[in-house]
């Protein structure tokens, strides 16, 4: 019982719940016997979890690139729960086009949802955690924070600048007792490339050859991750004592990975002596 108790102490906050691994956290987290503040830009498609977890969930609207909503919410969180322990980052959507093809409104869109957006939430949060010297901060990248797929230019900027940002707030927030944890998942069987998928306006012909055929791949119904699996995983992550920066998600995260790491690193020998030229001669 006092196990169950403690469960019920610790609120998770988690964005983008409407669907997908967003929503799958969410219900895994509740099921569980934690609490939660589940958030979505539109409400009607998670009241079906207040319902089902009356006394553990808080339902919000919340669009994370609205400052004042975010104030409202963390208000909320504490009026209900007392304070946010577990931030999960899921808010954002993908997008398909080649550098050359976005517009400066497609451009700046997706960089406020993917990454302004998860700095709102972050600075908003980080208040309670290091009052209370303790937190675990979740930000959802992908295995395109690691390398630029074709077609992928602008949401993969945005998966780099989540890396980068969590690495070295990881190291300021660390000696506070607050982990941050970057997640990168593989390709999971979620409606990623259906509702939050977007693709360039502008369609340029030259790039047919490489962006053509991302633009009409099938994005539904054969990836390989388990989104519910994914959940649960990170709820196990969240309860170990020794937590990862960086956690890849899905074997084939681990074989691309794995792969790129290899071609990065045979590039940076075969280029070693012509880099090193550049020190001062002693």
């Known amino acids: 019982m006092k196990k169950e108790n403690d469960k019920k102490n610790i609120t998770w906050l988690i964005t983008g719940c409407s669907s997908g691994l967003g929503r799958n956290i969410a219900e895994e987290v509740l099921k569980s016997g ?75 869109k997706i960089f406020n949802t993917n990454f302004f957006g998860m700095v709102n939430m972050i600075q908003a949060t980080l208040p309670c955690m290091r009052k209370n010297k303790t937190g675990t901060i979740m930000n959802l990248s992908s295995i395109a924070g690691r390398f630029g797929p074709v077609g992928s230019g602008y949401y993969s900027a945005t998966k780099f600048a989540i890396e980068g940002l969590s690495d070295a707030l990881r190291k300021e927030v660390s000696p506070l007792g607050i982990h941050v944890i970057v997640v990168e998942p593989g390709a999971f069987r979620t409606d990623y490339g259906g509702r939050s998928l977007n693709k360039s306006k502008r369609i340029i012909a030259d790039y047919d050859s490489t962006v053509g055929p991302r633009r009409t791949e099938p994005s539904n119904g054969k990836q390989p991750g388990d989104p519910q699996k994914a959940a649960q995983v990170l709820i196990n992550i969240y309860e170990r004592k020794e937590k990862p920066f960086r956690l890849l998600l899905g074997s084939d995260a681990i074989k691309i990975i794995r792969d790129e790491l290899k071609e990065q690193f045979k590039e940076l020998e075969a280029w070693e002596k012509i880099s090193v030229k550049t020190d001062f001669s002693e």
């Open 34 to 108: 934690y609490s939660a503040v589940i958030t979505s830009r539109n409400l009607s498609d998670i009241q079906d979890i207040a319902k089902a977890y009356p006394d553990t969930a808080l339902v919000l609207s919340l669009d994370v690139t609205n400052r004042s909503q975010i104030t409202d919410v963390i208000k909320q969180a504490q009026k209900k729960f007392d304070g946010i322990n577990v931030l999960i980052n899921n808010a954002g959507y993908g997008f398909r086009g080649a550098v050359e093809e976005a517009d400066e409104e497609e451009m700046h």
